[in-house]
């Protein structure tokens, strides 16, 4: 499996951006995905989950309101919608899939993370 992100670039504060994840899988749509982020200096934080049918979705208290999660089984893609972006927000994004379903919001329990976009908000 890999996965290729793509979306990122630099945005003021109060800016969107929309993030694209494509899977090179034959078995997307069995996968439950996530997003996360990488500071410099900061450990991986979760910022969205969604489940393989898209029927389940998680977000953090930090984003929750701000990001929406969807995917497209059709097209192996999984999106992250962002709006009133904020300085906080700049970061390294990764997706990744599910080494099982249900996996919510711990990044050990993912694999196959791709090469990340960068997301830049300045104030």
């Known amino acids: 499996v890999q996965l290729q992100a793509s979306g990122g670039g630099s945005v003021q504060a109060g800016g969107s951006l929309r993030l694209s994840c494509t899977a090179s899988?034959?078995?997307?749509?069995?996968?439950?995905m996530g997003w996360f982020r990488q500071a410099p200096g900061k450990d991986r934080e979760f910022v969205a989950y969604i489940s393989w049918s898209g029927r389940t979705i998680d977000y953090p208290a930090s984003v929750k309101g701000r990001v929406t999660i969807s995917r497209a089984n059709a097209r192996n893609t999984v999106d992250l919608q962002m709006n009133s972006l904020k300085p906080e927000d700049t970061a390294v994004y990764y997706c990744a899939t599910g080494r099982r379903i249900g996996v919510r919001r711990d990044p050990s329990e993912y694999d196959n993370w791709g090469q990340g976009t960068l997301v830049t908000v300045s104030s």
């Open positions: 899988v034959f078995t997307f749509s069995t996968y439950d």
